[in-house]
């Protein structure tokens, strides 16, 4: 599966749905970073292959070849990517799906609506524009009414409210770390058999075992959102 992960806007995580949410579920699919000067998913802990948007043949080329590949486009580079998606005749058909990423902000959901009408008036399908919401606090359907009733009145994206990533503190704690959420579920380390069983250990490395125990017991509750939303994503 060809995956581009995209949205006018900088600021609806399409780095960490990129490096959390598509690259566990789709055999550690490649990421490459259509990117120049913001964070990319290397900054996560994943293994990322940059490119710039002005290069695209170069990006159609591996597209071509590639089995399973996730292609996370900045803001900085969304110009050139549509650009030369356009430039080169049919090449959106190359994509699975775009997934798009949209938080609740006013701004965030009316940059989503023109993405849509751009990919539409390229040619892609509704059924392969994909909406991701992200950061949810509340109800979907209360929190993003621009963008839902957007696609209700044009039909050119498919809106599924069970694909939303729920408002949590972790993503946040893992870019400091640096560390992907698969990365910190696979540590082997018993945190709570290391706190009881070491009691004389000084206070800063008690301190770091139970907020590790902490993290991995938070993230497996964000897992199965993570897992749930998946599914919804592409059902």
């Known amino acids: 599966m060809k995956v581009a992960v995209i949205n006018y806007t ?43 948007g002005e290069r695209f043949k170069e990006l159609l080329g591996k597209l071509l070849v590639a089995d399973d590949l996730i292609v996370d486009v900045g803001a900085s580079n969304i110009e050139d990517f549509m650009g030369g998606m356009n430039k080169f005749d049919a090449a959106h058909a190359e994509f699975d799906y775009f997934v798009v990423p949209v938080t609740s902000g006013t701004k965030e959901q009316r940059e989503t609506v023109m993405l849509i009408q751009a990919l ?17 606090e509340s109800s979907v359907e209360e929190s993003f009414g621009i963008v839902l009733k957007h696609i209700q ?5 498919t809106a599924n409210p069970e694909a939303a990533i729920h408002e949590n503190e972790l ?11 698969v990365k910190l579920l696979e540590d082997p380390k018993d945190y709570k058999a290391l706190l009881r069983d070491n009691k004389d250990a000084n206070e800063k490395q008690r301190a770091y075992w139970a907020d ?19 599914a919804a994503l592409f059902a």
Do not use: C, W
């Open 10 to 52: 900088g600021t609806v995580g399409k780095t960490t749905v990129a490096t959390h949410l598509l690259a566990p579920r789709m055999g550690n699919a490649p990421i490459i970073a259509v990117e120049s000067i913001n964070e990319t998913a290397a900054g996560l802990g994943a293994t990322v292959e940059q490119i710039k």
């Open 120 to 136: 539409a008036g390229q040619g892609v399908p509704a059924e392969k524009i994909r909406l991701l919401f992200n950061r949810v």
């Open 153 to 157: 009145k044009t039909q050119t994206a």
């Open 171 to 181: 993503f946040d704690v893992l870019a400091a770390k640096k560390i992907s959420i």
């Open 212 to 230: 590790m125990f902490g993290l991995k017991a938070l993230a497996k509750g964000v897992n199965r959102n993570l897992d749930n939303a998946y």
